[in-house]
């Protein structure tokens, strides 16, 4: 049985497996950055966005539980970015890789047609063997029946996780001592 982990808006779920699932049309290997200009569909709106990690036990390397792993999705048309750490990863062993998919849904328009959008994972102790993205779209709706905030959606979610303007760490470690270390690497790179 798969569980599936859902805080701050974004669903994740970590199971054995050695290769991407279909679908996902922007993939790189051996790389964790894709950077895509989302494309035109003139009926069909955004509404969110899939993340796939394969990733692998590094040789020799001994687990560490305080280390954070990281999604980023940033939308650099407009200025906005969204770093997600689970509280939990799932941990590989050596004859079996894992993959990581995670659903962020969004609701204000924070992705449209033409931007510009990158996105990376950060995967500490571990070996990332494919990375790959696909966009979820949903048909327009009338504007009478067309809400601009769907219920548990990254935007519902990211105000109290806002650390500046148009930056949020959606993260629900305990006593988010990784947003206060985020935040020091965001203003001193060298940190």
């Known amino acids: 049985m798969k569980q599936v982990l859902y805080e701050c808006g974004i669903y994740s779920i970590f199971?054995?497996?050695s290769k991407i699932p279909d679908g996902f049309g922007f993939t790189i290997i051996y790389r964790s950055v894709l950077s895509v200009i989302v494309p035109s569909h003139p009926i069909?709106?955004?509404?969110?966005?899939?993340?796939?990690?394969?990733?692998?036990?590094?040789?020799?390397?001994?687990?560490?539980?305080?280390?954070q792993h990281l999604i980023k999705v940033s939308n650099q048309t407009k200025g906005l970015m969204w770093t997600y750490s689970p509280v939990t990863v799932g941990f590989p062993?050596?004859?079996e890789d894992m993959l990581w998919l995670s659903h962020f849904r969004?609701?204000?328009?924070e992705l449209e047609d033409g931007d510009q959008i990158r996105v990376s994972v950060e995967m500490h102790d571990f070996w990332i063997k494919?990375?790959?993205?696909?966009?979820?779209?949903?048909q327009e709706r009338p504007p009478s029946s067309q809400n601009n905030v769907v219920a548990g959606d990254v935007s519902m979610s990211a105000s109290e996780y806002q650390m500046w303007t148009g930056k949020y760490f959606l993260s629900n470690h305990r006593h988010r001592t990784h947003q206060t270390q985020f935040r020091k690497r965001q203003e001193n790179p060298a940190h």
């Open 44 to 67: 069909l709106k955004i509404r969110g966005l899939n993340s796939c990690v394969l990733y692998a036990q590094e040789p020799g390397l001994e687990y560490r539980l305080t280390v």
């Open 93 to 95: 062993t050596e004859k």
């Open 15 to 17: 199971f054995h497996g």
């Open 130 to 138: 494919e990375f790959g993205i696909q966009l979820v779209y949903e």
């Open 106 to 109: 969004f609701g204000n328009n």
